[in-house]
T-cell receptor, first 115, second 111 residues
Framework: EAGVAQSPRYKIIEKRQSVAFWCNPI?????LYWYQQILGQGPKLLIQ????????DSQLPKDRFSAERLKGVDSTLKIQPAKLEDSAVYLC?????????????FGSGTQLSVL | GQQLNQSPQSMFIQEGEDVSMNCTSS?????WLWYKQDPGEGPVLLIA?????ELTSNGRLTAQFGITRKDSFLNISASIPSDVGIYFC???????????FGTGTRLTVIP
């Protein structure tokens, strides 16, 4: 079974530029998550989708971050404009069930450096 | 928001030794997950726990869901060099969308 696919693996941009990340979840997984992991910390949830609807985006800085999951499969996360503090690894995860007995599977992440 | 305290922050052990780490929360959880993360990779799920008192093994790894539902433990027996990495606990409270992660335990195994 193929895992969660993410691209690109690395991205270096200057502050105030825009960047987009792409995620393809495990086939059949209805729930998709974007996490931000700052160096030395655990992942922090940015946004959660159930199919193509947003379940939780309370931690998403909506003035600069946006995400969509058209057709309930692939998802993109965008930052516009980027700030220095956005330097982090952006992880996508998917799960088959939401709630009880849920297991999240992560992709390898996109490492973003904002200069 | 939820706070997950994971300890110890780091461990240096000899190959063959057993390892114990734990995670405590400020509120009651109904799900505990343990992950391992290697450099440059995403977290990989090791063990999932869904009931208070549950004890689950995965090879040399054993994890327990604390009776108080506010803590969880992970043990690794007979450590080997490939156990090196950062171990994260993650938990979810009833009815919550968010899975909160601990700050991680960095494990170094000395051959």
């Amino acid at each position: 079974e193929a895992g969660v696919a993410q691209s690109p693996r690395y991205k270096i941009i200057e502050k105030r530029q825009s960047v987009a990340f792409w995620c393809n979840p495990i086939s059949g997984h209805a729930t998709l998550y974007w996490y931000q992991q700052i160096l030395g910390q655990g992942p922090k949830l940015l946004i959660q989708f159930q199919n193509n609807g947003v379940v939780d985006d309370s931690q998403l800085p909506k003035d600069r971050f946006s995400a969509e999951r058209l057709k309930g499969v692939d998802s993109t996360l965008k930052i516009q404009p980027a700030k220095l503090e956005d330097s982090a690894v952006y992880l996508c995860a998917s799960s088959l069930f939401r709630g009880g007995n849920e297991k999240l599977f992560f992709g390898s992440g996109t490492q973003l450096s904002v200069l | 928001g939820q706070q997950l305290n994971q300890s110890p922050q780091s461990m240096f052990i000899q190959e063959g030794e057993d390892v114990s780490m734990n995670c405590t929360s400020s509120s009651i959880f109904n799900t505990w997950l343990w992950y391992k993360q290697d450099p440059g990779e995403g977290p990989v799920l090791l063990i999932a726990l869904y009931k208070a008192g549950e004890l689950t093994s995965n090879g040399r790894l054993t994890a327990q869901f604390g009776i108080t539902r506010k803590d969880s433990f992970l043990n690794i027996s007979a450590s080997i060099p490939s156990d090196v990495g950062i171990y994260f606990c993650a938990g979810r409270s009833a009815g919550a969308n968010n899975l909160f992660f601990g700050t991680g335990t960095r494990l170094t195994v000395i051959p």
